[in-house]
């Protein structure tokens, strides 16, 4: 059974400092999602990391991943308050027989993200 | 607005009562897929439809719960008999089945069961 473990799950910043989140996965994938969460809202993709060795920048914000480690990282650069939000990464089951990837992504519990002034 | 479409948004019902809920995905998106997230957690996969065909589906929905995409464009998802532990918030997402698959998540339908 392939399971995500994100940590930490509660992290509160100061303005302009810079933090690690660690997105740790069981069995292997190639496929590994982040995405941004708001208190009541629905998902937003971030990134979408497709191999190994894969890194995407958006902003402040970086993502890799290291398929052999099982390991992706999303680092904040200089936080700033605009960027708090719970974020999830999500691994994708591997291939299923039918054809193609089956999609389904198992997701994390989150790292709830807090930048104060 | 092209995104993934859910209905109702909210959703308050008494203990027993059966509810259906509605997605649309995005257009030409031949997979879609439902999640429920409860409070706290990251969303837990339930089933997924590729065109009209339910592919596969978790250990999580039990009987009461069931899934339509009858003319492989949206679907709903019915629970009978709700209970408390029901209460959610459901997401549907949508992804094009060649090439990237990312999915592409709606707003949810949050779900309160009293």
């Known amino acids: 059974e392939l399971k995500v473990e994100q940590n930490p799950l509660f992290l509160s910043m100061q303005e302009g400092k810079n933090y690690t989140i660690y997105c740790n996965y069981s069995t292997t994938s190639d496929r590994l999602y982040w995405y941004r969460q708001d208190p009541g809202k629905s998902l937003e993709s971030l990134f979408v990391?497709?191999?190994?060795?894969a890194v995407k920048q958006e902003g402040r914000l970086m993502a890799s991943l290291d398929t052999k480690a099982r390991l992706s990282t999303l680092h904040i650069t200089a936080a700033v308050h605009d960027l708090s939000a719970t974020y999830f990464c999500?691994?994708?089951?591997?291939?299923?027989?039918?054809?193609?990837?089956?999609?389904?992504?198992?997701f994390g519990k989150g790292t709830k993200l807090s930048v104060k002034p | 607005d092209t995104g993934v479409s859910q209905n109702p948004r909210h959703k308050i019902t008494k203990r027993g009562q059966n509810v259906t809920f509605r997605c649309d995905p995005i257009?030409?998106?031949?997979?879609l897929y439902w999640y429920r997230q409860t409070l706290g957690q990251g969303p837990e996969f339930l089933t997924y439809?590729?065109?009209?065909?339910?592919?596969?589906k978790s250990r999580l929905l039990s009987d009461r719960f069931s899934a339509e995409r009858p003319k492989g464009s949206f679907s709903t998802l019915e629970i009978q008999r709700t209970e408390q532990g029901d209460s959610a918030m459901y997401l549907c997402?949508?992804?094009?089945?060649?090439?990237?698959?990312?999915?592409?998540f709606g707003q949810g339908t949050r779900l309160t069961v009293v």
């Open positions: 439809f590729q065109n009209e065909a339910q592919l596969e």
């Open positions: 999500a691994v994708e089951m591997a291939l299923r027989p039918y054809g193609g990837s089956q999609g389904n992504l198992i």
């Open positions: 990391l497709l191999s190994n060795g």
């Open positions: 997402a949508s992804s094009p089945y060649q090439g990237n698959t990312e999915a592409f």
């Open positions: 257009s030409e998106h031949n997979r």
